[in-house]
């Protein structure tokens, strides 16, 4: 899917509208992310733990890359070392949820629910287009997704507010009328910027305490349902 209104939407009959963050939220890829960077830093002669990874996760390629370089007291690398050494993570990365593809619990029927209930489906990620192409396909969600924003489709990643406002754009939904899934505390913050409420799913390397801005904490996407959503857009207009 390529960032764009998909075929068959109706703008006039979507009011509410729900975007996924997708790792972590409706893909369980942390695992497979921190494999396919320790493997690549790894080649680059550079160490890399749990600790600087959970820093890390959910942030753009290029802000990681730039962060890494100058704390091993490198020289700022070069757009073209970035794209190389971004572009042998990723690669990486969807070879390893290829192999083994982790759907998080409870993510395809909410994301059928939504659909079904007249609701805008987006998904908005700071990951590259190819991740999140390859992560719809393998949830076999595209039917019930509308539109996607990926990293590179906007100028700055999150904390910025973004990629969900590009979300709501294209999905024709005001910003006040969606609502973010995410996992990440720059993503709840994203959402704030944005003007949306968010739902935080304390996932692997998360913890409650630090998604504790979000509107509501959950485990698992199972928690929460079309109607619950909608009451938290209500109590957010208040």
């Not at 996924?20 to 160490?47: C, K, P």
Request: aromatic share 6%; glycine share 10%; proline share 4%.
């Amino acid at each position: 899917m390529t960032e764009a209104v998909a075929d068959g939407m109706d703008r006039t009959t979507n009011t509410r509208g729900a975007i996924f963050d997708i790792d972590g939220t409706l893909v369980d890829s942390y695992d497979a992310h921190f494999e396919a960077w320790r493997e690549t830093l790894a080649e680059e002669g550079i160490g890399y733990d749990l600790e600087a990874f959970s820093r890390d996760f959910g942030r753009r390629n290029p802000e990681i890359i730039g962060e890494l370089w100058d704390r091993e007291g490198r020289e700022a690398p070069a757009e073209s070392e970035v794209d190389r050494v971004a572009g042998r993570k990723e690669q990486r990365f969807r070879e390893l949820i290829s192999e083994a593809f982790p759907e998080m619990k409870g993510a395809g029927g909410l994301m059928r629910e939504l659909h079904a209930a007249g609701w805008g489906v987006a998904v908005g990620s700071s990951a590259p287009r190819a991740n999140v192409s390859l992560s719809i396909d393998l949830l076999g969600a595209a039917p019930v997704i509308d539109v996607s924003v990926a990293g590179e489709d906007v100028g700055r990643g999150k904390p910025e507010p973004d990629v969900f406002l590009r979300a709501a754009e294209l999905l024709g939904i005001e910003p006040a009328n969606c609502i973010v899934i995410e996992d990440a505390r720059a993503g709840v913050e994203a959402a704030r910027r944005a003007g949306m409420p968010a739902v935080a799913i304390a996932s692997k390397g998360r913890t409650r305490e630090e998604l504790s801005e979000a509107r509501l904490v959950i485990d698992t996407l199972e928690e929460i349902s079309p109607e619950r959503l909608e009451e938290i857009i209500k109590e957010h207009s208040e």
